[in-house]
């Protein structure tokens, strides 16, 4: 998608540890209008399929997930992270090790708002490692439901998420692709 390449290009900043920061638009200050492409974007790309739910993790998901849901007509779950299971009730769980903290926690869904009859789609900001996906997916298992695929607003393709993911049959729809970051900038597959 050639209008948020251009974006990354101009407004996104390399990090220690292959972070890119895109806070300006997408992950503090959150560019409503490019959201609004991305879930075209992405109701172009899983057109060919039925979606009953979207599915994304929080914090950094949900704005975008939300709009992308408009293009759906399909509710919004997103899994919370951290919940004691006693105080939580009647979930599904799984485990999420964190690219950013570094450190791994707990992801749960309410078993009311997933069931064996639904589509999902996940979105999310980031794949990286692939670990919040793999643990989004395994909700989606538990459930009983069936899992469409993933649509991702950026995929750093340098590191291994994507092709373990992409192996196991998963459909993942990136919509920028960035194959290596550096001194001398960004480049996009
Ligand atoms: P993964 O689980 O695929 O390793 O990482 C995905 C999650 O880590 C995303 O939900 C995102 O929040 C965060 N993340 C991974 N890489 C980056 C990055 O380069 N920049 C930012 N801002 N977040 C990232």
Redesign the pocket.
Known sequence: MQILKDRIKKDGKIREG??????SF??HQMDIALFAQIGQELKRRFADETITKILT?EA??IGIACIVAQYFEVPVVFAKKNKTKNIAGDVYTSS?????HGRSYDIMVSKEFLSADDNVLII???????????GLAALVEHAGARLVGAGIV?E?GF?P?GQMLREKGLRIESLAIVDAMGPDGIVFR
């Not at 999420?96 to 950013?100: D, H, L, M, Q, R």
């Not at 900001?125 to 996906?133: K, R, Y």
């Open positions: 292959n972070v890119l920061k895109v806070d997408l992950n993790i950094s998901g999420v090790e964190s690219y950013t999310d900001d980031f794949l990286a490692n692939g670990s919040a996906l793999l950026i750093k590191q998420g």
